[in-house]
């Protein structure tokens, strides 16, 4: 090896002498040699260019801090040893092609906060044992095709906190072994799908701060390997498609810090080998009931800092592993027990900062305020006054029942409320209820569907039930239901409306506008026929009658125009014309007999 330094030393002459240094036993000027580490720390030493004389059998290299602007061809060649290189920290906006050339055995190359630019194709060749490659910190604006061709055996690639705008479709060519992708800061307005589809091996993928607003479906397809999933800051993303994790089974994902408005179920239901997820800083408001139950093996949730106001009951259904559950600083004034899947397993659980009532619906919490792990973070009380800003673990054991205490629902004016009213008449049942906590009330048509808020008959802020222009087929008996976690209570009313009045002039609502649609019993095509048309039977068979008719009419007023005319010019029959009248005034109204008949009198 030597002899072959040496060789080269005397073909290249003085390019040589001025370029590169390489001699066993030297130490560059101004760094520092350490024979028994083989180490050259050259580190903070002012350097405006890379020192030559480096110790030949050189394994670490330090040029970190200094002010190096360039590295030029095969600056480095001779170090046959070396495995790290650092040039971090310096002012490189230019590496020449083949700038690494001949270090064969490197396995670590940092080139981290510098003015890289652009990574010409070819700059990395010769580096095939490299492991670890650092770029981040740099202003580099796209990977161009093949410029990782032959850094076959990279593992780690940092790319962090560079301007990217573009990955180009082959630019991770070559990189069969690279396990881990870090992205931070880059101006990338679109996943790189098709470059990141190279990276058969990677487990680990980790997407900071970019202005994505939508993960598209297949977002990251071919990823098999793929363990370790985190998208975070990313402040414009507000949709997830739900096909965009397929092909993915992920063990922990983050979709943290980003503008998620609703938890994105139908994407993660595949992943169940999920251990852990976070859906941190995004704003929220809901979990919805019994969505997530297909990740069986998730155990630890995290939904801190996001602004929650409702778990609904049900809502970590299924999620059998669930250790940790972390709610910190959301806006949840209550956590049910009725919410996870079993209350054995849950290990830590942080429900701080979270304006809590404390109230029965909290009981399985402060009752295990000595065996819940919160972190360090005891939840605090926010309600009732008497109890404000007290810790879970200042509750002696013999308060709680007179504490943690709720009223249970109870419907205020129970007196019978009847209605009988003549259609197109509107009519409100009231029913108030109360208790603690707030109870929710619920109304039940009298087909025994929920009413919801919206349309024609539709349930009122404060609880009110109001029938807008009520139709006959309204009638019937309709029931309250008021609850809360401590008990239920309920009425019915009636309401019979008699038709015939004049009055019937109503605003087009469908069925689907007032009603919650009953349990999905029918198929979709019976559940279309179903639909109640906007228009009655007999309007249908007027509108059906009206058209034949105008044909009809069409047809006889055509026939008489062509009778008349053809009494008047009773001459000339035989033109071309006659024929083709008819024909076009039948359009495609079928080949009557009366058709057939008009045209052979004409002829
Ligand atoms: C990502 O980049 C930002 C600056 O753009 C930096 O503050 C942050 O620490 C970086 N995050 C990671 C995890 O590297
Ligand atoms: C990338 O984004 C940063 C701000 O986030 C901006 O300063 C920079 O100019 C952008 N670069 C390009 C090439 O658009
Ligand atoms: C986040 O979403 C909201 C609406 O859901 C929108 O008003 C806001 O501009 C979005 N923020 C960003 C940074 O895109
Ligand atoms: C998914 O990953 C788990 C371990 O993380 C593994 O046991 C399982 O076989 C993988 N499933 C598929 C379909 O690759
Ligand atoms: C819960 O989330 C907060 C906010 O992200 C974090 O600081 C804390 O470490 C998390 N707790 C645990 C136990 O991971
Ligand atoms: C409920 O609200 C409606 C309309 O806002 C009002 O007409 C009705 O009187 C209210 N009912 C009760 C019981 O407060
Ligand atoms: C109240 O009704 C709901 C729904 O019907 C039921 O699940 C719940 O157990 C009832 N609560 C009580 C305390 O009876
Ligand atoms: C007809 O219905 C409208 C709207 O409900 C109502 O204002 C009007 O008083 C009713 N007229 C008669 C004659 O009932
Ligand atoms: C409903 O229709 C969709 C496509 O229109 C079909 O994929 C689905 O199987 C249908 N569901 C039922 C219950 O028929």
Known sequence: MFVESVGRWVAWGILLQVGLGVSAGSCPPRCSCRLETKEVICSGKHLNSIPEGFPGDAKHVD??????????????????????????????????????????NLRTLRIKNNRLKILPVGVFSGLSGLRFLDLSQNEILVFLDYTFRETVNLQTLDAEENDLVFISQRAFFGLQ????????????????????????????????????????????????????????????????????????????????????????????????????????????TVIQGHLLRDLLRLQELHLAGGNLLRIVPGAFKGLASLRMLNLTSNQLTTLEESTLHSVGNLQVLRLDGNPLSCDCRLLWVVRRRLRLN??????????????????????????????????????????????????????????????????????????RNVVSPAGRIRVLPNGTLEVR?????????????????AGNDSITVGLYVKGGSRNRTIP???????????????TNSSAQLAKPYPFDAKTLIIATTMGFLSFLSSVAICFIFMFFWSQSKGQIKHTATIDFVPRSSMGGGGDGGDGGRFTMKLI
Request: charged share 20%; glycine share 4%.
């Open 177 to 284: 072994s690279l396990q881990e992708l870090n992205i931070n800061r880059s101006n990338l307005t679109s996943i790189p799908t098709e470059a990141l589809s190279q990276l058969q091996s990677l487990t680990y993928l980790r997407m900071l701060r970019l202005t994505v607003s939508t993960l598209p479906n297949n977002a990251f397809r071919r990823l098999h390997r793929l363990r370790t999933l985190i998208l975070a800051n990313w402040p414009s993303l507000d949709t997830v498609a739900g096909n965009s994790l397929i092909g993915l089974n992920l063990t922990a994902l983050v979709i943290s810090s980003c503008n998620l408005s609703a938890v994105p179920y139908s994407a993660l239901r595949h992943l169940s080998y999920l251990r852990f997820l976070d859906l941190s800083y995004n704003p929220i």
């Open 469 to 485: 222009f009520a139709q006959v087929h309204d009638s019937g008996t309709y029931q309250c239901l008021a609850g809360n976690a």
């Open 508 to 522: 087009f609502f469908t069925e689907e506008d007032w009603l919650e649609p009953p349990i999905p019993q029918a």
């Open 374 to 447: 919160f972190d360090g973070r005891q939840p605090t009380c926010s309600s009732p006054d008497t109890v404000r800003q007290r810790e879970f673990r200042d509750f002696s054991e013999k308060e709680l029942p007179r504490v943690f205490t709720c009223r249970p629902a109870r419907i205020l004016d129970r007196r019978p409320q009847e209605a009988r009213v003549e259609d197109g008449t509107t009519v409100l049942f009231s029913c108030k209820a109360d208790g603690d906590p707030a109870p929710s009330v619920t109304w039940i048509s009298s087909h």
């Open 63 to 104: 040029l970190s801090y200094n002010k190096i602007r360039t590295v030029g061809r095969r600056q480095f060649s001779g170090l046959h040893e070396l495995q790290d290189l650092d040039l971090s920290d310096n002012m490189i906006s230019m590496i020449e092609v083949e700038a690494f050339q001949g270090l064969q």
